[in-house]
C-alpha cells in the first residue's frame, strides 16, 4: 500500500473532473486525479476509425460559457477548434411517416405540416401572448402546454428536450433544466415581444465570443479530455477505480484500486467527480444525509450507434443536423438521428456517411439491454424508409450509457441545495458533476470552475489562519 499526502484528490477524470484538476493545477496546487478506466474523458471520448471520427459521448458544443472558452483555449488553438457546416441549422423532426422541417419564423409556423392547422394557430397565438407561470415551479410540459399549446408541445418540445436530456417533459423541471427560459416565462407575456428585445440587446453587447455556433475540435470532442488528461501528466492516475472514502481529523483516505492491486492515498480535500450514484455510494457511510439527497436522482440509459453507410446506398441528401423523434410517435423504434457528416465533413471518407443512432431514453428505458445485433438491426428498421437505406452498414459502433444523463425532476433544485448545505458539513469535501447544475458541457465546465475556486478559498483559508497564528505575537511585540 502506497501512503501519499495531496492537497487535493479529484475523484473521477470526467470533463467535470479534469476541469477542477486543471484550473488547480494551473493555479500551483498539489492536486491529483484518480480516474476509473483506462483513458480519461468519461462519456466524452472520440475514436479514429478507417478514416472515421467516432464521437461516443457528446458531439458538438455552443461556446456559451467564458469558462468553456477559457478551457478551450488552454487546450486548443484556432486550427483545431471547427465550426458546424451552415447546413446544420436545419432540424427536422419525424412525423407521421415523413421529416419535417422544424419551423423557425411565423410563416414556417403557421405552414408547417407537422401540425393540425388549429395547433399551429394555437403555437402562433401563445408566441404572441400568453399567460405568465403562478407557480414557483413548473414541468416542461406544463409551461410550454400553457405557451404553445398540447400538439405542439408533445411534437416539437418533447423531440427537442429527448434530444438534450433524453427525458420526459412531464417530470422535467424546467427552472432545474433551463433556469434562463424559466426567467423569461415568469417575466415575459410576449415571447416573440422578448425575443426581439433581446436581438436588440445583443447587437449592443461589446463581447464577441471567440468562437460562435456550434463547434467539435478536428479530432472530436474527446481531444478536449484527452489533452487536459496529458495536461495533468503524471498527477492523473488512470485504471484507479475508487472504493471508498474515510475521514478523521487530519483529513481523508481514499482507497482505490489499480492493476489488481489495493492502494491508499491521504488528502487534505477530495472532489467528487463521479457519476450520481458513485457518488451517492461513496458519501452513504461519511455524510448519510448528503448521500439521501442523490440517491432519489434517476438517470436515463441510452444507446448511441455510430453507423456508416456507402453513400451509393443512401438515397436522402442528409442535409442538415438530423432528426428527432417526438412523444407521440410512441412506435418509431429510434429517438434521433445525427446526420455526423453533414454537420462535421471531416468525420467521413467522402464516399460514406456517417449517421450517429440514439435509442432509449427515459421513453425505452430496456432498450440499452437489447444485444448488439438487435441494436443495429433497430436501427437499420428506423433509417431504412425514412433516410432510403439500401445497403447494410459499412461500420458499426455501439456504446451504452446506463445510466447516462441525470434527470432534473420536480424538486431538483431544492434537492441540490440541500445536498451542498449537508455536503459542507464536511470541511474539504467537495463536488463537481452534470447533476448538480446543468448536464451540458459548458455547464460541467461552468460547475467545475467554480468548485475549483471553492477549493482554492478553502486553501487560502488553511494558509492564512496558521499564518495569523504565528504572525500575533510578533504584531503584539
Ligand atoms: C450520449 C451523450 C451525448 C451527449 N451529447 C452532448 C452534447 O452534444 N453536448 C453537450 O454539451 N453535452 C452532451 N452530453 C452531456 C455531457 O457530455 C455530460 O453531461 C458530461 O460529459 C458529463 O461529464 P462528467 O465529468 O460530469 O461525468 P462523466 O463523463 O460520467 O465522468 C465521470 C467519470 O468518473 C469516473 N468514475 C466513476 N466511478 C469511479 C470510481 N469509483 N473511481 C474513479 N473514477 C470513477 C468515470 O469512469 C468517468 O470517467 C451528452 C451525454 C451523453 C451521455
Known sequence: MNRETKDVVVLGGGISGLTVAWELK???????????????GGCTRSEKRNGFLLEKG?????????????????????????SASKDAKLRYIYRNNRLHTVPTNPVAMLTTKMLSP??????????????????????IE???????????????????ISGIFSGDIAKLSLPACFPSVAAIDADARSLIGYGLKRAFAKKNKKHTPRWRGMVSLNAGLGALTHQLGEKLGGDCIRNATVQSLRHDETGFTILYGCSGEKHALRARRVVLAVPVQEAT??????LPRAAQQLSPIKSASLAVLNLAYNRSDVGHELRGFGFLVPRNEPTFPLMGVLFSNSIFPHYAPPDQHLLRVFIGGARDPGAVDLSDGQLIDRAQAGLRDILSISGKPTLTDIVRYAPAIPQYHLGHRERIAEFRKELSKLP?????GNYLDGVSLNDCVRVGTRCADDVKRNLQDDIAIPNRATNLPCAVG
Do not use: W, Y
Not at 494551473?26 to 480519461?40: F, H, I, R
Not at 478551450?72 to 483545431?80: E, G, H, K, P, R
Not at 474539504?428 to 463537481?432: D, K, N, T
Open 58 to 82: 457528446p458531439f458538438n458544443v455552443i461556446v456559451r460559457d467564458p469558462n468553456f472558452e477559457t478551457l478551450l483555449s488552454d487546450v486548443a488553438n484556432n486550427t483545431n477548434v471547427v
Open 142 to 160: 406544463q409551461v410550454a402546454s400553457r405557451r404553445i399549446g398540447p400538439e405542439a408541445t408533445d411534437t416539437i418540445v418533447s423531440a427537442a
Open 281 to 286: 455510494r461513496l458519501l452513504e457511510p461519511l
Open 428 to 432: 474539504g469535501l467537495f463536488a463537481a
Open 26 to 40: 494551473k493555479a500551483g496546487v498539489d492536486v491529483c486525479l484518480l480516474e476509473k478506466s483506462g483513458t480519461v
Open 118 to 139: 388549429s395547433a399551429r394557430l394555437r403555437m402562433l397565438r401563445g408566441l404572441f401572448l400568453s399567460k405568465r407561470s403562478g407557480a414557483s415551479e413548473d414541468t
